[in-house]
Each structure stands twice: as structure tokens, then as C-alpha cells.
Nanobody, 119 residues
Framework: VQLQASGGGLIQAGGSLRLSCAAS????????MAWFRQAPGKEREFVAA??????FYADSAKGRFTIARDNAKNTVYLQTNRLKSEDTAVYYC???????????????WGQGTLVTVSS
């Protein structure tokens, strides 16, 4: 299985971007699909995940980001709204079977898509 993330770009603060992550192979609906991000000089951090139809969000994402998955298309989306300069990072998608969605213990990772928020 390969994950391909897309949708990043340069956006002004307050704007929105929709990130997509498409899986090349069949991703079981039992898999957790997640987004992480890594800012320059910082560790990779959890952003959001979806298990079955239940979403999970980091505090920094609550109220601004929405995760959704389309099992028929083997795709997970991250709608990011009201972006801030501190959201600037490379965003990675991940898939795996895990009980703790916020850790890095996922089976598959995408290559990342860069989001740059200008203030």
C-alpha cells in the first residue's frame, strides 16, 4: 500500500486548504487513517485521525480542521480552515491498525505535502 498526499500550498492566514491522501491499494475500513504534521525543527505531531466513523483531533485542530474518509475511494481528507502561521508544516497521512491514534505507530506513511501559511 502506498499513500499519496496532496493539496498543500501557500495560503494566507485565515484561509483554507483541503488536503487529500489517496491509497494505491485497498485500505481496510478497519484501518485508522490519520494526519500528522512536522514543522521545521520540531517533532512530528498528531493532527487528526478517523477510526470507523469516529474522528479524533489534537487540541490545535479542534474547531478548525475536519477529517473525513471515503472508503470507496480509499481516500482520507483534511479540511483545514482559519489557518494560522503556526500551522505551517509538512503534513503527512498515515494508515494502520492502532489502539492509540495519536502515536506514530502506523503501518503506512505518505510522503508529505507542504502547507505554508503567511501572516
Amino acid at each position: 500500500v502506498q499513500l499519496q498526499a496532496s493539496g498543500g500550498g501557500l495560503i494566507q492566514a485565515g484561509g483554507s486548504l483541503r488536503l487529500s491522501c489517496a491509497a494505491s491499494g485497498r485500505i481496510s475500513s478497519a484501518y485508522v487513517m490519520a494526519w500528522f504534521r512536522q514543522a521545521p525543527g520540531k517533532e512530528r505531531e498528531f493532527v487528526a485521525a478517523v477510526r470507523d466513523d469516529s474522528p479524533f483531533y489534537a487540541d490545535s485542530a479542534k474547531g478548525r480542521f475536519t477529517i473525513a474518509r471515503d472508503n470507496a475511494k480509499n481516500t482520507v481528507y483534511l479540511q483545514t480552515n482559519r489557518l494560522k502561521s503556526e500551522d505551517t508544516a509538512v503534513y503527512y497521512c498515515a494508515a494502520g491498525i492502532t489502539d492509540v491514534v495519536v502515536t506514530l505507530l502506523y503501518d503506512y506513511w505518505g510522503q508529505g505535502t507542504l502547507v505554508t501559511v503567511s501572516s
